[in-house]
């Protein structure tokens, strides 16, 4: 048994701290929200995010992150704009193990990888990406889930797959840090679109040809910024897009829906809460611009998300956009 920390106990904390109990290990949920550790601790459930799901009372929840001392796994488990103040409190101490972040986006403004961000807070720990399809109401509720766990360093990459593995998920590993992640945050962007595509009342076909496009401009970035094709094509990239285009347990694609139907901005945002793909959107957008790749789906939600782009006139100006070679 070894000593595992989660920081962050939404649902996806919770899912993993849950999954790590299974396996055995000394299970510590972070938050730096009191009120939320005293009802976590009086409840041990939280019925907005994982309806029915309740932490046994050999899991530790807490709000001071000295817990994290002695863990041979911290994982990270808060929005993608938290990862870089959480990293750097982190840093105030000293042995908190192989660092396991599962937030899915890119920093803002800086446009850096969330990998990056980790590295730079906390330059002597061993990171790990760990990513794929795998919602968190599945994962709690045991449902077959598999993922990657992605790191520069193999034998991290190693110890998370062992300590996390189970008959109810499976972790394979890889050395492909940048397509893991790139995976990860591309495929929310798709997922908004799928959620229009719904919202407007198209159907599988136009789904269809959506994720497939999709995952074409997914794999022209992370292979222009060091990924690699074949992990776009696994379980980070197209696993991950389709559980996440097709499923109403996403966030994206139900913000995308609303907005779809009609719904403005920022009152979706408002009902569904963190959509982590909106702000990918923004810098799947720059990144795109800078690394001169052709990103026509992530240009359109781009429009309606931040440009105000009327939303039924998108698939009329995809649709009509110049000819071309389908591998173009």
Known sequence: MSKITVLGSGGWGMALG???????????????????VDALNEKRTNERLLKDIYLPKGIKITDDMACVEGSMITVIAT??????????????????????NVSKGIEKDSFK????????????????????PSHAEEVARKIPTSLVAASNKSEAAEKVQEALSNEFLRIYTSSDMIGVEMGGALKNVIAICAGICDGLNLGDNSKAALITRGLAEMTRLGVKMGGEEKTLSG????????????????????????????VPIKEALEEVGTVEGYYACLNAYELSRKYDVSMPIVETCYGVL????????VVKNLMLRPKCKENN
């Open 79 to 100: 929005p993608s704009t938290a990862i870089r103040s959480v990293a750097n409190k982190l840093s105030a101490y000293n042995n908190f193990g192989i660092v396991v």
């Open 235 to 262: 379980l980070a990239g197209l696993g991950d897009l389709v559980v996440t285009c097709t499923s109403k347990h996403s966030r994206n694609n139900r913000f995308g829906f609303k907005v779809g139907s009609g």
């Open 18 to 36: 849950l999954c790590a109990y299974n396996c055995g290990h000394e299970v510590t949920l972070w938050s730096p929200f009191k009120d939320e």
């Open 113 to 132: 990888r969330l990998s990056v961000v980790i590295g730079e807070e906390l330059p002597n720990s061993d990171t790990v990406i760990l990513s794929g």
């Open 306 to 313: 931040y440009e105000n782009v009327p939303v039924d006139t």
